[in-house]
């Protein structure tokens, strides 16, 4: 399973990215019927990795953090295997580096095991 990140950049407060996440080989290795999902992670320096948005492969589930609901979307395009994070009304504690990752098995028991290499999202004030 191999997870690329693309669409990072420095855009000014209140503007707006979509990242990309194409994630090859990974629906592949998925046993029939199981949950799949690819979640969005972000770190800043010297705080916390902080999960921002999730979304089944399977159902359709999204979730969000509280701090980016109303301005973030998550979504996918299965033919192609890449999941997006369309991030609009950007703020300046939104500069991170953002990170896709995947979980196998219902309930995304771990997020430990696929990452991809991340991409620096910077929001100037």
């Known amino acids: 399973v191999q997870l690329v990140e693309s669409g990072g950049g420095l855009v000014q407060a209140g503007g707006s990215l979509r990242l990309s996440c194409a994630a090859s080989r990974f629906t592949s290795i998925v046993p029939s019927g199981e949950d799949h999902a690819i979640a969005w992670f972000r770190q800043a320096p010297g705080k916390e990795r902080e999960r921002v948005s999730c979304l089944s492969l399977r159902d359709g589930v999204t979730y969000y953090a509280d701090s980016v609901k109303g301005r973030f979307t998550i979504s996918s395009d299965n033919a192609r295997n890449t999941v997006f994070l369309q991030m609009d009304s950007l703020e300046p504690e939104d500069t991170a580096t953002y990170y896709c990752?995947?979980?196998?098995?219902?309930?995304?028991?771990?997020?430990?095991?696929?990452w991809g290499q991340g991409t620096q999202v910077t929001v100037s004030s």
């Open positions: 990752a995947a979980a196998l098995g219902n309930g995304w028991p771990t997020w430990d095991d696929y």
